[in-house]
């Protein structure tokens, strides 16, 4: 009696193992073939109104509308993108052409001088007032003005006058005169009216003495050329003494020229 139901619970037992493993196995039949119909899932691209093309994906994927932003997308070192894109030497040749620039803009526009030289007495005409004992003399005078820069001048006026034993007899100023173009030279003549007289009316009988060939006498020339170019304006003065024959009309240059500048 005793042996009988010591089988019975044996058998019991092993009926429950085989239940147990059966069902683990039924399990475990399931799982692979959950795995097996993922794995075997096709790739779906799922698109609407509330995504845009993914920029990374080579137009097989999507994101998020409102997220471009946010994500981060990783590419492949070997990406055409990542390649350098010689930033060095487009910044190099941008330098050197500026410097170039600028180098020839500084060459071309820096200011040099404008030179002025007097040549000399080109005409002198005389007339008389005896009653009153004066002496007229128109002086005409030549100047070279050169221009050494690389732009146009504007000679915008000459100022002159005429001394005489340390007074002035005379005095002239032109406006407007010239527009010298770039690296050019241009001779200016301009005239001087002076006047004798006064106290200085014993040069009438000199002036008129029968008995002299050459009445000359020695005066000194003040002139002063102002320029101007982009709106800054030059001046350059020189000072000079000249022989002037008072007893006739003479269309030569005549004397010594003394230059101070």
């Known amino acids: 009696m005793g042996k009988s139901s010591s089988n019975l619970a044996k058998q019991?037992?092993?009926s429950q193992d085989a239940l147990t493993t059966s069902e683990y196995q039924d399990s475990q039949c399931e799982e692979d073939g959950k795995t097996g119909d993922v794995s075997q899932f096709p790739y779906v691209e799922f698109t609407g109104r509330d995504?845009?093309?993914c920029p990374t994906c080579q137009g097989t994927g999507r994101?998020?509308?409102g997220q471009?932003?946010?994500?981060?997308?990783?590419?492949?070192y070997s990406d055409q993108r990542l390649r350098p894109s010689r930033t060095k030497l487009y910044v190099t040749i941008s330098v050197v052409l500026c410097l170039l620039l600028s180098g020839l803009a500084v060459f071309f526009l820096f200011p040099r001088s404008i030179d002025v030289?007097?040549?000399?007495v080109k005409s002198a005409f005389v007339s008389y007032d005896g009653d009153r004992r004066i002496v007229y003399l128109n002086i005409t005078n030549t100047l070279n003005i050169t221009n050494n820069n690389y732009y146009t001048i504007s000679v915008t006026n000459i100022t002159a006058q005429v001394q005489f034993s340390k007074t002035v007899i005379g005095k002239t100023k032109i406006?407007?005169?010239?527009v010298i173009i770039p690296l050019d030279k241009r001779q200016i003549d301009y005239m001087v009216p002076t006047t004798i007289a006064d106290e200085m009316n014993y040069m009438f009988d000199y002036c008129t003495l029968s008995s002299i060939k050459v009445h000359n006498i020695v005066v000194m020339m003040q002139v002063t050329v102002t320029t101007s170019y982009f709106g800054h304006a030059e001046q350059v003065s020189q000072e000079m003494y000249q022989y002037v024959d008072c007893g006739g009309n003479t269309t030569s240059l005549h004397g010594h020229v003394q230059v101070y500048q």
Do not use: F, M
């Not at 471009?68 to 492949?76: D, M, S």
């Open 12 to 14: 019991k037992d092993e």
């Open 68 to 76: 471009e932003n946010q994500l981060v997308a990783l590419i492949p």
């Open 117 to 120: 030289s007097y040549v000399g």
């Open 51 to 53: 995504s845009v093309t």
């Open 63 to 65: 994101i998020p509308r």
């Open 175 to 178: 406006n407007n005169v010239t």
